[in-house]
């Protein structure tokens, strides 16, 4: 396809589960990011890819959370032991290259429902 | 850490009104980004401003960036119901990372 595809689009996960969300960005994209927008809310930074290389994940909020992008297109963003505060919808975005100033396509994003 | 706050967080107006929605940033901007987002949809790229003072007319949308790089306005002319939506401005700094604000939703009544 032709936009970023993300799955699944749903996911309801027992507290103390984890789960795995992936991300397709557009082919050629270099960069990736991730997002988490709870509801009401903007979407807030979680980590950033260029190629296959995190560059800042400082975002991430504990270390129950951890992305990979190992060949430079397709990323995994894992939560493990999840939460009840990690419910949101998970958002993925690509842009063309890592320079300044690119727009961001974004993907339908999956909601994540922690019981 | 980098904040951005948009105003006003809900907006109700009639269908043929104007509609505004500001943000501000703590920082000073390297650029601005606007998205906007139909409800149960993702974020779609509207406009970037780069430079100070900078405004972009796309149709009936007018965006601004202020001449101090801090702030930037998102003007709607006579909004139609398919303005519907969430408004986010987002803003960069020198990394890559975009901040987005908590947006502004847009109700338009027919």
């Known amino acids: 396809g032709a936009g970023v595809s993300q799955s699944p689009r749903y996911k309801v996960a027992k507290r103390g589960q984890d789960v795995a969300l992936r991300c397709d960005p557009i082919?050629?994209?270099?960069?990736l990011f991730w997002y988490q927008q709870a509801l009401g809310q903007g979407p807030e930074f979680l980590t950033y890819?260029?190629?296959?290389?995190?560059?800042?994940k400082s975002g991430l909020p504990s270390d129950r959370f951890f992305a990979e992008r190992p060949e430079g297109s397709v990323s995994t963003l894992k939560i493990q032991r999840t939460q009840q505060e990690d419910s949101a919808v998970y958002l993925c975005?690509?842009?063309?290259?890592?320079?300044?100033?690119?727009?961001?396509?974004f993907g339908p994003g999956t909601r994540l429902t922690v019981l | 850490g980098q904040q951005v706050m948009q105003i006003p967080q809900y907006q109700h107006v009639q269908e043929g009104e104007d509609f505004t929605t500001y943000c501000n940033s703590s920082t000073t901007l390297s650029n601005i980004q606007w998205y906007k987002q139909r409800p149960g949809g993702h974020p779609v790229f509207l406009i970037q401003?780069?430079?100070?003072?900078e405004v972009k007319k796309q149709k009936r949308l007018t965006f601004q960036f202020g001449e101090a790089k801090k702030n930037s306005s998102l003007h709607i002319t006579a909004t139609q119901t398919t303005d519907v939506g969430t408004y986010f401005c987002?803003?960069?700094?020198?990394?890559?990372?975009?901040?987005f604000g908590g947006g502004t939703r847009l109700m338009v009544k027919p």
């Open positions: 890819f260029q190629n296959e290389a995190q560059l800042d």
């Open positions: 975005a690509s842009s063309l290259d890592g320079l300044q100033g690119n727009e961001q396509f």
């Open positions: 082919s050629g994209h270099v960069s």
């Open positions: 401003l780069v430079k100070s003072g």
């Open positions: 987002a803003g960069r700094n020198a990394g890559n990372m975009l901040t």
